[in-house]
């Protein structure tokens, strides 16, 4: 896995998630299983199935986070001179004439309902390392998308 640059406080988010989901989410698995065991027939205990399926769901979660805290390379946001992990970003749509504002973070929090473009995306690595006035041509399936940077804080 390449580097994935965060702020320190995205990595304390991925560490205390990890934690939690090791210590408290493991214990709750555990104690599901458990009770699902209890009831009897393992072959027709739809609790037990159920239970040993988040259980590998939790451990799927928990491995994609260590390796994401492993391939962290913390960076501190300084001055808002140009687009970095973290950086809130105002661009102009040249096509459109509309406005867009994104905050670049890790892959695990994007959402961009929310405006958080994940650092991995095709926009976000295009807008990486920009400054204010910068144009950039983005490829998409439905052409070109031309982003001017507005502003960057």
Same mark, same amino acid.
């Given at each position: 896995?390449?580097?994935?640059?965060? +702020?320190? $406080? &995205?990595?304390?988010?991925?560490? #205390?998630?990890?934690?939690?989901?090791?210590?408290?989410?493991?214990?709750?698995?555990? $104690? /599901?299983?458990?009770?699902?065991?209890?009831?009897? #027939?393992?072959?027709?205990?739809?609790?037990?199935?159920?239970?040993?399926?988040?259980? $590998?769901?939790?451990? +799927? /979660?928990?491995? /994609?986070?260590?390796?994401?805290?492993?391939?962290?390379?913390? %960076?501190?946001?300084?001055?808002?001179?140009?687009?970095?992990?973290?950086?809130?970003?105002?661009?102009?749509?040249?096509?459109?004439?509309?406005?867009?504002?994104? /905050?670049? %973070?890790?892959?695990?929090?994007?959402?961009?309902? &929310?405006?958080?473009?994940?650092?991995?995306?095709?926009?976000?690595?295009?807008?990486?390392?920009?400054?204010?006035? #910068? &144009?950039?041509?983005?490829?998409?399936? $439905?052409?070109?998308?031309?982003?001017?940077?507005?502003?960057?804080?």
């Amino acid at each position: 896995m390449d580097t994935i640059e965060m +702020t320190a $406080a &995205e990595l304390q988010r991925l560490q #205390d998630e990890l934690n939690e989901l090791q210590s408290n989410g493991r214990s709750q698995i555990a $104690a /599901r299983i458990k009770t699902a065991r209890e009831w009897g #027939d393992l072959k027709e205990n739809g609790e037990y199935h159920a239970a040993k399926e988040a259980q $590998a769901h939790l451990e +799927t /979660r928990i491995l /994609r986070l260590r390796e994401q805290v492993r391939a962290a390379v913390v %960076v501190e946001r300084s001055g808002g001179e140009d687009v970095r992990n973290g950086s809130t970003v105002q661009v102009l749509d040249q096509d459109k004439g509309s406005t867009q504002s994104f /905050r670049i %973070v890790p892959p695990n929090e994007a959402n961009p309902k &929310e405006g958080l473009l994940s650092s991995s995306s095709p926009v976000a690595q295009a807008l990486l390392g920009r400054r204010v006035g #910068d &144009e950039v041509e983005i490829a998409i399936p $439905a052409g070109v998308r031309r982003l001017r940077v507005e502003s960057v804080s």
